[in-house]
């Protein structure tokens, strides 16, 4: 069981940007999907959280009202909006169904 996260990159302060997560060998539509980060020096962190067929979410506070996660079983895709980026977004995004080995991550650097 593999996913793939793609979509990051160096922004502005102020600054959107989609992180797409594709999971494959594995029944997709069966497992909740955790968004984890991790900051230079820092623990890997929790920053959403949905659950099998899209119904439920949630999110760390300090990302609430900025992110919002998403997915489509049929593609096997999961999105996670971020809007209104700040510097302390900076980290490398990692997504996780529980029974996946960690992909490589996408790099999101947010600096001015």
């Known amino acids: 069981a593999q996913v793939a996260e793609s979509g990051g990159g160096v922004v502005q302060p102020g600054s959107s940007l989609t992180l797409s997560c594709v999971g494959s060998?594995?029944?997709?539509?069966?497992?909740?999907m955790r968004w984890y980060r991790q900051a230079p020096g820092k623990e890997r962190e929790v920053v959403a959280w949905?659950?099998?067929?899209?119904?439920?979410?949630d999110y760390k506070d300090s990302v609430k009202g900025r992110f919002t996660v998403s997915r489509d079983n049929s593609k096997k895709t999961v999105t996670l909006q971020m809007h209104n980026l700040k510097p302390e977004d900076t980290a490398t995004y990692y997504c996780?169904?529980?029974?996946?080995?960690w992909g490589q991550g996408t790099q999101v650097t947010v600096s001015s």
């Open positions: 996780d169904f529980g029974i996946t080995d």
């Open positions: 060998g594995f029944t997709f539509s069966s497992y909740s």
């Open positions: 949905i659950d099998p067929d899209g119904t439920s979410t």
